[in-house]
């Protein structure tokens, strides 16, 4: 059976791009798999804890030399890693925050590099590379080619890499331009935003046409 995992991480509730694409995408892909199950994670409204010096060489020890931060914060680890293995396509809300991914994606990551659950140590090989993620981007200015902030879009440039030893290959659906509609020195490029959403809009709803399960 078809399992699906729902990751947003906007902090700007009914007011974020990010959770309207996701929850796009989430509608079509359950369309595609009337049998399909599916998971949810806010990292918005309920972010992980951040690896600490407490816990967070808890993935350098074995398990029985844990101390009991360490093996509260492993758990967690293990309770991410089985959402991603349990699920065949991943949907993550991905908004574009001081030019970087939110610090809940960081951690999120984080968590995930779980060795020998994400990743086998000996061969560095990723354990939970079969299955498709689709990252649903937002960015409020404009980072394309020519543009004045041109690469100064570090998170969707820093994910693939981030998740790299894991095996997982994020695909990326972006609209950017979201902050048009509220500032005013954003007035005139307010075409150019509708049109990036609608495009971003689009390419969702041309996901998983055709499969049925």
Known sequence: MPHLLHIDSSIQGERSVSRRLTARAAERWRSAHPGGTSTYRDLGA????????????????PPEAHTPAQATSYALS????????????????????????PSSVKTWVDHLILPGVAFDPETQEGLLGDRDLLVLASRGGGYTPGSPKEGWDHAETWLPHGLSMTGLRPRFITAQLTLADVNPAMADLKPLAAESLAAAEREIDAQWTGVTA
Do not use: K
């Not at 349990?86 to 970087?100: E, V």
């Open 78 to 101: 293990q309770e991410l890693v089985g959402e991603i293995l349990a699920a065949d396509t991943i949907l993550l809300g991905l908004p574009l925050y001081n030019f970087g991914a």
């Open 46 to 61: 309920a972010p992980l804890p951040h690896l600490d010096s407490d816990s967070g060489t808890a993935r350098m020890l």
